[in-house]
């Protein structure tokens, strides 16, 4: 049994585990090993397209976390004041969008704003003849695709989050004078923070880290694991093994902070997301 | 307090019903308590007590009828602006904020804000009538039970509310604690001379500390009257059964006087009753019971010492003897009354050596100790 398990963490972990070592790799070639060096780490650096992908994915990622944090807030707070079968129904569906695999989200929403476009320019050229704006793929559909995928987990964690927060906190500000609104600032936004704060790494997480929708919906400026992905073609050099290693950091970091910010230290019944 | 009948009340109930779906928990309420009193509701589990609090908190609205807060009828007005503040029994402290800023809450959210002097003077007055200062800058899931529990009733009076309502507040602490508690509690009641209003299922507690006992069953009030009134006039068996320990003697009524009437206990023992139950009609051939407190009954071993106003005298054997401290508890087993329980006080013992187990005693008790109640 034991070498099962570790036969199994060496099957998942080695493949990345490679990719991190290699991109220390002194030689030209990526699974050549050459002896240590730092050098593909400042080249990629360097690279003024890996740079303007990167700063694409940085972005793309801070404007989905934004745009899919406060929806995704909104939703669970009016979310929560529904009950029967209109909010056993939108729970069944938050849960099923966030099954709904990468490529089904990218194929979606790509024919959706394609029909959109399809329709709307035309009517945008009626209406401002050649200095009509053209709607094409670009960063804003990235960001809405991802956005969209986002929307669910926020809602999630933000919901359980919601769940566990004590009634009578919120009837304890209520006894003390404070309006509603008061209540929602002083008690529920605070009591909530971790949560907002954790859809947010998470959700720049996912964006930053999106391969498959990106690649359906994306325009001209690629991010950066299209950019890696085009690279590759031309041959795996120890430079994309670096960027695909600083990838790696960002989003384990992130990854670990949102995880962090989930735990509960206040004693308090908050409940942990059940995500990441 | 209670007896200053000229005083006003604070918080009335008129009629009141709560409906959740099905159940009734609170069923046609009616109710006034005076400024400066200390009231408690007593009941068991899901009698409704909880219930009634939240509706003068503003938590729940009355499905029919009114309640009245200092003569403002309150019905459609929300918990945020009614003049009253309330302990949970969860305390319900704010775990982001520490015991300064949740002692500060109520009066933060006032209108024109009061200036941060006048906030830090009132916050130091308030934590020093419950013993804190020095504890300000506390995280409240730092501290202890009780120290909880008075910032609970820190934040809760610093507000100087009409009235404080207080939820089950002592029933997570220990026994020592919640006793010291009590004592706590009544003092600074007596010291605000704000309107306290308890719940409760612990009738010690309730007995102990409130002016006024409000009794409840299934959503409706059964008796309301001072700790003494209760406990010598009860005026059901539910309550002389609720309140205190009481022994029950099912038995039917002889000749009715005017003020009196013969009993005639199950097993033949026949004795005269001045007392009844609350508007209690006698007619001869009624089923009633009669409750004697167990304190009420004499034992000795030479029947002659018993007063001579003793209408019952019977010879019982003893079945049980718990030593409980100031008093020993007896159970008892005779041929005139059945199985009973008798209170000797400890004095008693060294002027008699204690009864043993099997021994054959005279129980006697005057008529006084019997009142009349309804069968149910
Ligand atoms: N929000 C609610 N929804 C449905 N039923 C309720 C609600 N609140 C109370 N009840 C019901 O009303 C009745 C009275 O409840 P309440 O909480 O007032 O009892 P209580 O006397 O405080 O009991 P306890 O000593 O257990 O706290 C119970 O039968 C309870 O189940
Ligand atoms: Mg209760």
Redesign the interface.
Known sequence: MRWYAAAIYVFLYLPIALIVIFSFNAGKYAMDWQGFSVEWYFKAFANPFALKALRTSLVVGLWTAVLATSLGTLAALGLERMSGWPRRASDGLIYIAIMVPGVVIGIATLIAFVTAFNLANPFLEGLFGDAAPRLAMGLPTVIGAHVLFNLAVVILIVRSRLAGLDRSLIEASEDLYATPLGTFRQVVLPMLAPAILASFLLSFTFSFEDFIIAFFVSGPDSTLPIYIFSSIRRGITPEVNAIGSVVLAVSLTLLIMAQFLLRDRTGSRGARGDQA | MAEDAARKPIVVFRGVSKFFGEVAAASDISLEVAAGEFLSFLGPSGCGKTTALRMI???EQPSEGDVFLDGVRVNDI????RP???V?Q?Y?????LNVWRNVA??LL??SPRPSRADIDRSVARVLDLVQLNGFETRRT?EMSGGQQQRVALA??LI?EPKVLLLDEPLAALDRKLRREMQIELQNLQRRVGITFILVTHDQEEALSMSDRVCIMRQGRIVQIGKPTDLYDRPASRYVADFVGKSNFFPGTVGEVAADSAQVTVASGVSLPVNRFGENMQLAKGDSVVLAVRPEQILLTRSAESLPQDSVVRVESRVLNRIFLGEHTEYLLSSEGLGEFAALAPRQSELVESPFETGEIVTAGFRAEAAQALAAD
């Open positions: 908190a503003g938590f929300p918990a945020y602006r009253v503040n309330m949970f969860s319900a402290l704010f775990p982001h809450y109520g959210q006032r899931w934040r809760a507000n």
